[in-house]
Nanobody, 124 residues
Framework: QVQLVESGGGLVQAGGSLRLSCTAS????????MGWFRQVPGKEREFVAT????????SYADSVKGRFTISRDNAKNTVYLELNRLKPDDAALYYC?????????????????WGQGTQVTVSS
């Protein structure tokens, strides 16, 4: 059974930092793109960042570019998202996901497996 478990969320002051982790189990995902999305109540799930299967390519939403960094450790089946210079608008439930391809993709429909999410709260 495939399972993705996120961790690292929490409450942080604006300007602060967090590091999210997502570990996959049940199969190896090296070679498949992994991504992070976020969602706030009443809004659609929003793309945040993605990294290709090899780890060589990344893509970011404009709203987080320069502040967030995605990385992966295929040996650990884990993807990370480092969040820096956090803003109140970054507060959301953050999900990791595994794509159905090795290329960087940004649409939720291109991801097959999802975690349960980890909450990020940013105080102003």
């Amino acid at each position: 059974q495939v399972q993705l478990v996120e961790s690292g969320g929490g409450l942080v002051q604006a300007g602060g930092s967090l590091r999210l982790s997502c570990t996959a189990s049940g199969r190896t995902f090296s070679g498949y793109t992994m991504g992070w999305f976020r969602q706030v109540p009443g809004k659609e799930r929003e793309f945040v960042a993605t990294i290709s299967g090899s780890g060589s390519w990344t893509s970011y939403a404009d709203s987080v570019k320069g502040r967030f960094t995605i990385s992966r450790d295929n040996a650990k089946n884990t993807v990370y998202l480092e969040l820096n210079r956090l803003k109140p608008d970054d507060a959301a439930l953050y999900y990791c996901a595994v794509g159905n391809t090795g290329r960087v993709v940004v649409r939720p429909t291109e991801y097959d497996y999802w975690g349960q999410g980890t909450q990020v709260t940013v105080s102003s």
